[in-house]
């Protein structure tokens, strides 16, 4: 039984797409949170979201910022910027964030135009869709 399932294990990882860096530009711009599960398998699914995070690296380097969409297609912001940095270190890709309240990791799990997958240190999993702005106008 414990062959099986380490079987099943290996065959999972060695199908999961490798973030190349050409794929790290896909970070940049809105994302708004669809899903969390925790490390205890709790999941909660997320319809509306008042916040959502804005991405703007260049070269490595940049911020996230969250604002709050508006009905008449602008964002609004505290003006807090969380200064982020990409690593790549043994074969992963990391956000280092770094405020004047704090430090934190993320592990980048995957990526594309459309959908974002980032995982704490406590193994919580936050599932990103790429916002879609709405108007009134």
């Known amino acids: 039984m414990k062959k099986v399932v380490l079987l099943f294990i290996l065959i999972c990882f060695s199908c999961s797409k490798r973030i190349e860096k050409e794929d790290l530009k896909n970070i940049n711009g809105y994302w708004e949170i669809k899903s969390v599960e925790t490390s205890e398998g709790v999941s909660k699914q997320y319809k509306v979201n008042e916040t959502i995070d804005y991405f703007e690296i260049k070269n490595n380097k940049g911020y996230r ?18 200064e982020v940095n990409i690593i790549e270190k043994n074969n992963e890709i990391y956000l280092e964030y770094k405020t004047k309240y704090g430090k934190w990791r993320e592990t980048l799990i995957s990526i594309s135009d459309s959908t974002m997958e980032l995982k704490n240190t406590n193994n919580t999993v936050y599932n990103y869709k790429r916002f879609a702005p709405f108007s009134l106008k």
């Open 65 to 82: 910022q969250k604002v709050m969409p508006q009905l008449d297609g602008k964002y609004l912001t505290n003006g807090v910027q969380e």
